[in-house]
């Protein structure tokens, strides 16, 4: 591994951020084709937190944290931290003081492969945090890794820059160069479920409006009465 550190990463506005984040996870994911959805064995440790940032990425060394405490230097308002291992690690890299530091410089939340702890310091003070476990194992800080490199998050590619969008449902990377057509792509997909939402409260089905009957005909489905369905039994 290279032992680098890249700074001057590109930003993206904070408006297409939040626009981002209104949309959520689950809206963003099947707005862009259903790409970019991290593995849900990245979860957040509360509930409730919905929000979008600007990747700034970093590669530890299996329990070492020294990287992140050099990527602070390197983040800025709007951005998420996205911290990774060169190898598969769960220890507790990330903790209490990072988030404090973090959040002075208006970092919005951490994604990370590794394990979290001081879980609920970090949700008294409101920094949300996505993460591969809870562990108090703590770590050393002796071996440079790099930051704002490519990584691989939950078998999802993401690059610095990249927006990151997590909420409840888990998370998901938009493109740097794809986030304006995913926005575009998720306004028009929350217009469609609104009108399907409404279609629903009048009573109309699912296997109607999407045109599902047909599916059901094609794969050999039959209809029969319970009386007829225990006559043939």
């Known amino acids: 591994m290279e032992k680098i550190i890249v700074t001057d990463v590109p930003r993206l506005a904070s408006d297409r951020l939040d626009r981002l984040a209104a949309f959520g996870v689950a809206t963003v994911h099947e707005a862009q084709g259903r790409s970019g959805l991290v593995e849900p ?7 409730g937190a919905r929000i979008a940032g600007t990747a700034v990425t970093v590669v530890c060394w299996p329990g070492d944290n020294l990287m992140i405490h050099a990527a ?4 800025q308002d709007g951005d998420i931290l996205v911290v990774t291992t060169n190898s598969p690690n769960r220890d507790g890299l990330f903790g209490e ?6 959040q002075h410089r208006g970092v919005r939340g951490l994604v990370t492969t590794t394990g979290v702890r001081d879980t609920q310091e970090l949700r008294d003070m409101d920094f949300p945090a996505w993460s591969a476990a809870v562990s108090a194992q703590g770590t050393v800080k002796a071996t440079a890794g790099a930051i704002n490199v490519p990584v691989v998050i939950g078998g999802c590619s993401i690059s610095p820059g990249d927006a990151i969008v997590a909420d409840d449902d888990g998370v998901v990377r938009v493109r740097r160069d794809e986030v304006d057509a995913v926005l575009d792509a998720s306004a028009a997909r929350i217009a469609k479920e609104e009108a399907a939402r409404e279609a629903f409260q009048r009573g109309e089905l699912g296997i109607d409006r999407y ?3 047909p599916v059901l005909q094609d794969q050999g489905v039959r209809y029969v009465t319970w009386a007829d369905q225990t006559t043939d039994h």
């Open 41 to 47: 064995d990245i979860r957040p440790i509360q509930q």
């Open 72 to 75: 602070v230097e390197q983040c």
């Open 97 to 102: 003081l990072f988030a404090t530091s973090l």
């Open 211 to 213: 045109g599902l009957r």
